[in-house]
């Protein structure tokens, strides 16, 4: 998490969310169908992309019955008990791995209007991971949080390598409330991809820094490169959001220039996070398109399956609490 930067407008409260250079106007967003290739050299140059009306109408319903239903059969999992979990903290709502007792979720895992996206973006469908998936809630009422811009997972090569996609994480975000002017948003500063951090980003990017509020309908797809800086604005403080995030790793082997050496190979990306879980029937998929996807495994994952897929285990591991 990075520090609280300069505050280019002077506005206190901006100071400990970027450089307070927060821009009104919006990106445009994008068709994922018929306007994907524009999409796509969006996300090349920005690091990110927005796609409109990625979820249905039904689709936007069940998940929020999830959450209402969730909430109130397992409130400990959402955070909503008095001793919140570290991850918890300063997060607003989070439940953390949903996929481990809800197969009413798999199909969203591989969703057809953002996967083409995802798997062009990760260079091919045979490429794509699967890392995380969560849902997330900031509660009406909550007020103002304190978020500071930074980036997720990074690998240092990407500040030199050419060229620099495929990225080696991609997040999907899927906002299943409408977010307008004065929701929480998530907010993003374009290009800041290869940058180490932040000042190095205002200082090199000029007046074409911005932070970016990204604002939507339900439904709506934001795709981000997982080093672009980017937080969460809490809008007034008063209205909820929710949100849907999955991760994706790149998977495969690639050749790659370096301005060093005349030619090295990329590994697959490294695992995103040392406590993240698949459930059975998605690790040892019968078919093996599935299993492959599922198969960007970290060491609690090899020790469960080691052990059988024992419950107890689970239990002992972070968030992994039934």
């Known amino acids: 998490m990075l520090t609280p930067q300069e505050n280019v407008s002077g506005d206190p409260e901006a100071a400990a969310q970027g450089f307070g250079r927060v821009t009104t106007e919006q990106p445009p967003d994008f068709d994922p ?12 140059k920005n690091g990110f992309v927005v796609l409109r009306q990625c979820l249905k109408s039904d689709e936007i319903k ?8 969730t909430q109130a059969e397992r409130p400990e999992s959402w955070g909503l008990s008095d001793k919140r979990k570290p991850h918890h903290r300063n997060q607003g709502l ?61 690998t240092r090569d990407r500040l030199i390598r050419q060229p620099y996609l495929p990225c080696d994480w991609l997040c999907a975000i899927h906002y ?20 180490s951090t932040l000042r190095d980003a205002f200082d090199d990017l000029g007046e074409k820094y911005q932070e970016i ?3 939507g309908k339900a439904g709506t797809c ?7 800086f980017h937080t969460r604005l809490d809008g007034d403080g008063v209205q909820a959001r929710r949100t849907w995030h999955q ?30 879980l698949f459930p059975k029937r998605l690790a040892l998929h019968p078919d093996p398109k599935k299993r492959l996807f599922f198969s960007h495994w970290n060491t609690a994952q090899c020790e469960w399956v080691a052990s059988g897929f024992d419950l107890q285990l689970r239990q002992s591991m972070p968030r992994g609490e039934q």
Do not use: K
Not at 33 to 44: D, R
Not at 176 to 195: E, M, T
Not at 247 to 274: E, I, K, N
């Open 247 to 276: 991760y994706y790793a790149r998977g495969g082997w690639l050749p790659s220039s370096l301005p060093t050496t005349s030619r090295y190979v990329r590994p697959p990306s490294p695992v995103l996070t040392d406590w993240n």
């Open 213 to 215: 509020p990204l604002r």
């Open 33 to 44: 169908q018929s306007e994907f290739e524009a999409a796509y050299g969006f996300f090349e």
């Open 94 to 154: 989070i439940f953390s791995q949903p996929l481990l007792d809800y197969p009413e979720l798999d199909d969203y895992t591989q969703h057809p209007s953002s996967l083409p996206m995802v798997s062009r973006i990760l260079g091919g469908e045979d490429r794509v991971r699967f890392s995380e998936f969560n849902f997330r809630e900031t509660p009406a009422h909550a007020g103002r949080g304190t978020m500071n811009f930074h980036h997720d997972a990074v």
């Open 62 to 69: 069940h998940l929020n019955e999830f959450f209402d239903r």
């Open 222 to 228: 934001i795709l981000y490169d997982t080093a672009t």
């Open 176 to 195: 299943l409330s409408d977010v307008g002017a004065d929701a929480p948003s998530f907010c993003v500063v374009a290009q800041s991809n290869r940058y």
